[in-house]
């Protein structure tokens, strides 16, 4: 069955409204006066899978046919929505990359609502097997819908990255390539070749898959883990540490691979709230969040230091013509220079190509 799209609503949260056409329909864009993105919500629906999927949309204002943007696709974690992260979504679109924010109908914030008594449970059903499978499919869709559409040539189809929280990271590990078995769900094949590099924020092993070197050895895109040392997901019957963050970085034997420990925060303080860690904590390690994720972004998906000329996006000439020696140098020295400027905020600190070199720690 060919796959149908509706829009159902679309939501605007400021004023300065313009128009963007997408599969299914007309939405409305807000325009922040003090950014320079306009942010999009869409209710899709997948009617081959009968699935809703909401998402939001951070889109630069510098976007247009004539200089599309790189693409991010976030997947949120458990009880997450995709109003969430915004502090992520907001400054890539900021700096002129796209962010996608699909909403997991089944393990989102849904989860939290109903008897208290039940929670446990709700719990358990969204993360069993079934819904795993439907997080990859809500990304795949959404990528699909929004390529799509008739806006499709504001977004570079060929520099698309992937990005999660939590069981958002399990997401995004599975459309980087993380080799899975699974009871006849076809859960085992789900990487995604568009995908060309994944940020992974407090990832959890993926559980009853055998040695996470086996699981995850084959990832061979560059990518990012963020984590802390008090990064701990503690919930009835299940408990991961920081531990499991590393063994899933040093599992990734392919992988071009960074990693930041920082020395304080919890494992919610990667999400927009601001956690037991304080204010001015979060608010640090959050911004220091964006500012590596956003180096990683560039070195990954090979884009220039910054912006074009009068904030138009990334100029492809510049990209296709700087000598890739030159570009990866410039970005190991910024992944120095943050390194430095964060040293206060940092237990440990690594990047290592997939030949296990230029490495620097503490």
């Not at 008594?117 to 819908?145: G, H, N, Y």
């Not at 390539?177 to 993926?206: E, Y």
């Not at 510049?318 to 430095?340: H, S």
């Amino acid at each position: 069955m060919k796959r149908r799209v509706f829009v159902t609503q679309a939501v605007g949260l400021a004023a300065a409204l313009s128009s963007f056409s997408f599969v299914g329909g007309t939405a409305r864009a807000s325009v922040s006066q003090d950014s320079g993105h306009r942010i999009v919500d869409l209710d899709w629906l997948d009617a081959d899978r009968r699935r809703l999927v909401p998402v939001r949309l951070y889109l630069p204002r510098r976007a247009s046919p004539a200089r599309p943007v790189p693409l991010v696709v976030f997947s949120h974690g458990l009880g997450g929505s995709r109003m969430g992260y915004s502090y992520l979504g907001s400054h890539w679109a900021d700096e002129g990359i796209a962010s996608l924010h699909p909403q997991h109908v089944g393990s989102d914030s849904g989860v939290w609502r109903g008897n208290p008594l039940d929670l446990v449970q709700r719990m358990q059903s969204a993360a069993r097997e079934s819904e795993a499978l439907a997080r990859v499919l809500d990304v795949r869709f959404a990528m699909d819908q929004l390529l799509a559409s008739e806006s499709s040539a504001l977004i570079d189809a060929s520099r698309m990255a992937v990005a999660g929280h939590s069981y958002g990271a399990n997401t995004a590990m599975l459309v980087s390539g993380a080799r899975v078995s699974a009871s006849g769900t076809g859960l085992a094949d789900l990487q995604d070749p568009r995908v060309r590099a994944a940020i992974l924020i407090s990832a959890p092993p993926l559980l009853g898959q055998g040695p996470v070197e086996q699981v995850l050895g084959a990832v061979s895109i560059p990518t990012l883990h963020v984590t802390s040392v008090d990064d701990t997901i503690n919930i009835p019957g299940y408990r991961s540490t920081v531990e499991d963050r590393i063994a899933i970085f040093e599992a990734m034997r392919a992988s071009p691979k960074t990693l930041a420990v920082f020395n304080t925060g919890g494992h919610s303080i990667f999400t927009d709230r601001t956690t037991r860690s304080g204010v001015e904590t979060s608010a640090r390690i959050k911004s220091a969040t964006r500012e590596l994720s956003m180096l990683f972004l560039r070195q990954a998906l090979r884009l220039p230091a910054s912006p074009g000329p009068s904030g138009q996006g990334f100029p492809l000439a510049q990209q296709q013509n700087a000598p890739e020696l030159q570009a990866d140098r410039t970005a190991d020295t910024a992944l120095r220079e943050w390194q430095q400027r964060q040293r206060g905020l940092l237990d440990r600190f690594v990047t290592l190509d997939s030949a296990a070199t230029n490495t620097y720690g503490r």
